[in-house]
């Protein structure tokens, strides 16, 4: 990081710490208050769209450290937050267990399925390992509906807001407390991981297994260890899809919404910790914004077929996918670094 004139770093743990200088923690903890007064200004639809994108944020976190760190290339990342969500939802319909419990079991049940998947990732690499996601992906749906005794196919589960004691989360306003706490934490930890040992692991494993190997990382433990964490962090993220949503169905989780969360990725920008952010946000307004926008459209173009505005969605997601891979390759976590280097912006090089 480029820090001001007259500020040096003396320790390895200043250097690699994460908030650095008084400035930092300055901008942060006014962040922070920002952050707690959002509810008490904006309406509940706009609280919910927010909830909605944190729980997007911790998805693509997960998909990132499968990803962009590792390299291991993963197209069902849908299927795994499927098994989180309908974890949850058994857990807390069929045995009365507590939402936080049944929140961590949910991260480990997706973190195991994935394990199991991505041991492939010993033998193939690359387009052929985004089969046997995409298998996954499949697996998992068909598995869901047709294993009718506990998940009753198509016709879903219902799922009860979290609780913790006396205190339930079943306004806009809870649930945005919840879902921020535990994005900000799965914010804070990815961050961390990157600079850590085993983020350093997971990058050599994916610019070069080979060369990797020789340097005595352990190539397949850590691609296991990426398939779990990515896994894992789809599982919180399900868990928390599944008791803000209140009811879910196999259709909430289809190959279309795993495509999804590879676009944001990219848009957002892979293998760093600011592109999942970036990504979840540009996308999910986007989602909203042509929502606001296709009975105009309709309107506009009524000699067109009917129904065409439906699909407007796709249509400016696919058409966003195509400029940002032929005009920034690198998301818009590579244009926020040029601009901080344009303006010199050193309170956010971090």
């Given at each position: 990081?480029?820090?001001?004139c007259?500020i040096r770093?003396?320790s ?15 901008i ?5 208050c920002?952050l ?11 609280v919910?769209i927010?909830?909605l994108?944190g ?17 291991q290339l993963?197209?069902g990342?849908?299927g ?5 969500s ?7 319909n069929?045995?009365?267990?507590n939402?936080f419990?049944?929140l961590?079991?949910s991260?480990?049940?997706a973190?195991i399925i994935?394990?199991l ?6 033998r ?10 995409i ?9 869901l509906n047709?294993?009718?005794d506990?998940?009753h196919?198509?016709?879903g589960l219902?799922v009860?807001p ?21 994005t900000a934490?799965?914010v804070?930890?990815s961050t961390?991981l990157?600079?850590?040992k085993?983020g350093?692991?997971f990058?050599a494993?994916?610019?070069n297994?080979?060369?990797a ?10 691609k296991?260890l ?14 928390l ?8 169905t196999?259709?909430d989780?289809?190959?279309g919404?795993s495509?999804?969360y590879i676009?944001?990725?990219?848009i957002?920008g892979?293998?760093t910790?600011?592109?999942?952010i970036f990504?979840s946000l540009?996308?999910?307004l986007?989602?909203q914004?042509?929502?606001l926008?296709?009975?105009?459209v309709?309107?506009?173009?009524s000699?067109?077929p ?5 699909g ?5 997601f696919g058409?966003?996918?195509?400029i ?7 998301g818009?976590a590579h244009?926020w670094n ?5 303006y010199?912006?050193w309170?956010f090089?971090?």
């Amino acid at each position: 990081m480029n820090l001001p004139c007259g500020i040096r770093n003396f320790s390895y743990d200043t250097d690699t710490a994460i908030i650095r200088t008084r400035t930092q923690w300055c901008i942060f903890i006014l962040f922070l208050c920002v952050l707690i007064s959002i509810p008490f200004f904006l309406s509940g639809f706009m609280v919910d769209i927010i909830v909605l994108i944190g729980i997007t944020i911790i998805a693509i976190i997960g998909l990132n450290i499968m990803v962009g760190y590792c390299g291991q290339l993963s197209i069902g990342h849908a299927g795994f937050i499927a098994v989180g969500s309908y974890t949850t939802a058994i857990l807390t319909n069929n045995f009365q267990i507590n939402f936080f419990i049944a929140l961590v079991a949910s991260g480990i049940a997706a973190g195991i399925i994935g394990l199991l998947f991505g041991m492939p990732s010993l033998r193939v690499k690359g387009f052929y390992l985004a089969i046997t996601t995409i298998a996954a992906q499949f697996i998992i749906i068909w598995i869901l509906n047709h294993w009718t005794d506990v998940t009753h196919g198509s016709m879903g589960l219902a799922v009860a807001p979290a609780s913790f004691g006396n205190t339930v989360f079943n306004s806009s306003t809870m649930q945005y407390y919840l879902v921020t706490s535990i994005t900000a934490l799965t914010v804070f930890f990815s961050t961390n991981l990157a600079r850590s040992k085993i983020g350093r692991a997971f990058i050599a494993v994916r610019d070069n297994d080979l060369a990797a190997e020789v340097m005595g990382i352990n190539v397949f433990s850590y691609k296991l260890l990426a398939f779990f964490l990515g896994c894992f962090f789809a599982g919180i993220s399900g868990s928390l899809f599944a008791q803000w949503r209140g009811s879910i169905t196999p259709e909430d989780f289809t190959f279309g919404q795993s495509i999804l969360y590879i676009g944001i990725l990219i848009i957002g920008g892979l293998g760093t910790s600011i592109g999942p952010i970036f990504g979840s946000l540009f996308i999910r307004l986007l989602e909203q914004f042509v929502i606001l926008l296709a009975p105009t459209v309709e309107g506009t173009l009524s000699s067109l077929p009917t129904g065409f505005a439906t699909g407007l969605s796709s249509m400016i997601f696919g058409l966003m996918m195509i400029i940002f891979l032929v005009f920034e390759p690198r998301g818009l976590a590579h244009r926020w670094n040029l601009f901080k280097a344009s303006y010199r912006l050193w309170p956010f090089s971090y």
